[in-house]
């Protein structure tokens, strides 16, 4: 590339996501020492919202559309987004050109540090539990229905600041931010898939650039990840044919065990009292496919009953 030619890379600016910038900005240079990277802070629809909860705000893209927009106006000429708040479908123009290596997918629970439990099976009835998902608060209330949640948005040091000032038993968060920012000390539960599925694509990064930008594919490609990008496309492809979004319950997780893609999902109606498991296993080399036919069993057996009346109630 040009000696010239400076590199700008959108972001959003929470501490998770400048995290997330920079190693990438650090792996690309790794590769190619010549490389200058530019860093550019833009604030998402989901970045200014922050005192309604997601469900209420009714729009895909709340993390990436002003981004995506940086990138159409070539202003940037790379996105690092959290794979899991970009949408199932990628604007015209622009194409996902790497998905990185998967950090832990698992959700982890952190007690109020007043609190003196091992655990989420330890919490006294009517204990209230934040957490900003309704895909957490639907697998906790299957599993814990004496429990009772309440929503928080921002940034996780916001997070974990509302928690020490409140009278709430703790909060559910990712395990790969929680690991990122150095909190595992603060963990005082990690949550097996079996109890709490994550949300699809949770854990890895998507490198997103302009379709034809042929330089910036090839610069940034070392970055991706076969394997995560198989799992990742079952799960996207997944929700795509389920129709859902950040507003709907749907937890799912794809893995690739003995040469196979194992795919599991839950969808389940926000209070948990309505809820159904898939899973599906398959050639990783299909994983659209896979994804595409787990939903259609789903749907076979009610999972659209259980979305509808989300919708219609406006979750």
Known sequence: MPPHKTIVLGTRGSELALWQARWVDQQLKQRDASLEIETRIIKTTGDRIID???????????FTKEIEHALLDRTIDLAVHSLKDVPTLVPAGLALAA???REDVRDVFLAHPSA????IED????GTIATGSLRRRSQLL???PDLRTVDVRGNLNTRWLKLQQS?????ILAMAGVKRLGWMDRVTEILPPSRMLPAVGQGAMGIEIREDDDLIRSIVSPLHHTETAQATASERSLLRHLEGG???PIGALGRIEGGLLALEVYVGSVDGRDAMRGHIQGDPAQAELLGANLAAELKERGADRILASIRQEGA
Request: aromatic share 6%; with cysteine; proline share 6%.
């Open 52 to 62: 309604s909860p997601l469900a209420k705000i009714g729009s895909k893209g709340l």
């Open 99 to 101: 998905i990185t290596e």
């Open 142 to 144: 299957s599993w814990r």
């Open 246 to 248: 950040c507003q709907i």
């Open 116 to 119: 003196k439990v091992s655990g």
């Open 167 to 171: 009278v709430w038993s703790g909060m």
């Open 123 to 126: 919490l006294a009835p009517n």
